[in-house]
DNA sequence: TCTGGGGTCCTAGGACCC
DNA sequence: TCTGGGGTCCTAGGACCC
């Protein structure tokens, strides 16, 4: 075992999607709150006075208990502010650390070598977020990736309930200070390894760091190999300060109800997930496209179509030909029984993703030009317009940008779009959405 | 005739993350 | 009535090739 000095330190804002909806309605503060994901369906944040009710991440607010439901403060999920207050706070984290890994929407691991007072400037750190964007962070320092996310889940710990929870918000995790923490709570141990791990004794993040690792390598295989190494202080890996290229890109939703036709969802699919592999650099060079029926009413109706693009693409028109093709085709499959099949859920994938730049054309096959050119003009326009200005065949546009949530009277995405009913305002990402100071 | 053995690619499933 | 979404990596086994 060693005591390094920490060289990491995971900042994370608490109950984030909880603390954003606080930042701009304040009545939320104190108040058991409620995040839901899409269509308004299950909880997928929850503020500690929420947790104390027994809500629980993942359960769907309709089973919630009415007596309970009455008590909880609820909004639908709102990922253009959650985005923009993360962008925020890792503008501030750049300003102290010399480096910064964006590690998810809430999370950044950051480098502390070589500064005089890593834990001294953690707190500054806190500090600033506090007061500049508004959000309460813990942060974790460790000498491994693995050992800063331990100290970060035992400053969440230890800072609870705490009024001003300052110092205690910072916990630097060493080899020898980590039995406190359940093996579960250990980054890479997931509900399937820790239910075998109990089993075998191995109840806290000392129990796992002290296994031979020639037996977790063996029984567990050698991603929790890693793991235990790194809880031992040995680090396996480093920042990762380039997010590295994609593989695939997924765009997929459970509808508001069952639909029959679902083609005007799975062409706003395709929609959105030419946009993200445009501003991405990247060109598709395989689609899949997927539909299943109801589960939760019985029907386990599921299928699948892929089929692989003669020359990488960026171009929604070609790919949203293949998808028509391919929904087609799983849908002649369905309804040859008897009835008509509905869906609940679907959803397009890009795969076998290449950089755009470094396709190689060939005698027979190249990009088309034309049409990338004409994707370009598009992706401006809506940039600057907004999302869904301009598109591509018979998606359901809306002028001025069209929000989650929102519907167009009449028009047939009002099939699928599941309502949001408590969307908060687009505070920092929309003119109109601004607060008014009066 | 020799029916072995090693390499590679693909896929499906399982595990994890947020 | 209402049931989240988007990723990665590893491994085992089969197909195929020489």
Partial sequence: MHTEPP??????????YVSCERVFDPTLRGKPTVVLGNGDGCCIALSPEAKALGLKIGTPIFQVPKDIRDRVQV????FALYGDLSGRIVTILRGLFPRVEVYSIDENFVDVVGLKDPFATCLEARERILKWVGIPCCAGLGSTRTLAK????LAKDQSKRAVNAGRLAVFHATPQNIDALAVEDVWGVGRRFAARLNAEGVKT??????????HVRARYGVVLAR????????????LELEEPDRKQLVVSRTFGRDVVDPMDALATFTTVACEKLRKRGLAAGALWVWLDGNPFKGDPFHASRAVPFPFPTQDTAEVLRAVRFLAKSIQDQANRGSGVQAYKRGGVGLTDLVQAQARQADLFFGPDEKAERTMAVLDKINAKWGRGTVGVGTVGWRVGGARPGERRRGSRDAQWRPELKALSPAYTTRWSDLLRVR
């Fill in 7 to 16: 060289r990491f330190a995971l900042i994370d804002g608490n109950t984030f």
């Fill in 227 to 238: 793991t235990a190494t790194e809880l031992r202080g040995i680090a396996c890996g480093d």
């Fill in 205 to 214: 993040a000392a129990d796992l760091a002290a296994l031979p690792l020639d």
């Fill in 75 to 78: 909004r639908s999920a709102n």
């Fill in 150 to 153: 331990a100290g970060n889940k």
